[in-house]
């Protein structure tokens, strides 16, 4: 077991955004959390990062990376797409811009600020910073938000090839599709 929610409730203004949620994730299952907006979906991923809500366990050894559909909250928006790399285990500028030509960035975009990248690039540059971390579970707030057809697929490609678990807040009915082994409703 990588993940465990036993009987979770969650308000929001006195009001139950869900109560008496349980679920469990295995390892190497992919599972997708996809309902309307407003039913506590990036909640639920951000109370399992947190790690602080008693109903929520993690596994042994489980080592977590978050991908957040509010790019602020995992780069500095002011500095280079280089500098926010700085942390991700390269020993040369020339490694981290080979690495992120294989993500589609090109040359120029990797001395720009990340505030000036659009914002499927940032979800990509997301990717490519949380596949470098040596985490066990992904945890993916709407990956495909912003995310043009090609860039999309290789987010697909990335999400089979992981060797993870994945628990992915989507809208989008073909990457759950296609990369989901699991759905977990959210409604009312």
Do not use: W
Request: aromatic share 8%; with cysteine; proline share 2%.
């Amino acid at each position: 077991m990588i993940l465990a929610c036993n009987h979770i409730e969650k308000k929001f203004n006195d009001e139950a955004l869900f109560s008496d949620v349980s679920f469990h994730i295995n390892e190497h299952e992919c599972t997708a959390l996809v309902g309307v907006n407003g039913t506590g979906k990036t909640t639920l991923l951000r109370d399992i990062i947190r790690g602080e809500n008693p109903a929520i366990h993690l596994g042994e050894n489980v080592k977590t990376a978050y991908l957040s559909q509010m790019h602020g909250e995992v780069f500095d928006e002011k500095a280079t797409v280089l500098k926010n790399f700085e942390d991700a285990g390269f020993d040369t500028d020339a490694q981290v811009i080979g690495y992120l030509k294989t993500y589609g960035f090109e040359e120029e975009l990797i001395y720009s600020p990340v505030g000036n990248l659009s914002g499927g690039e940032k979800n990509l540059l997301q990717l490519a910073k949380i596949s470098r971390t040596d985490a066990n579970l992904l945890l993916l707030d709407e990956p495909t938000s912003h995310l043009d057809t090609y860039s999309q697929l290789a987010l697909e490609d990335a999400i089979e090839k992981y060797n993870g678990t994945v628990l992915m807040v989507s809208h989008d009915f073909y990457t759950v599709a296609n990369c989901m082994d699991y759905v977990l409703l959210t409604e009312d």
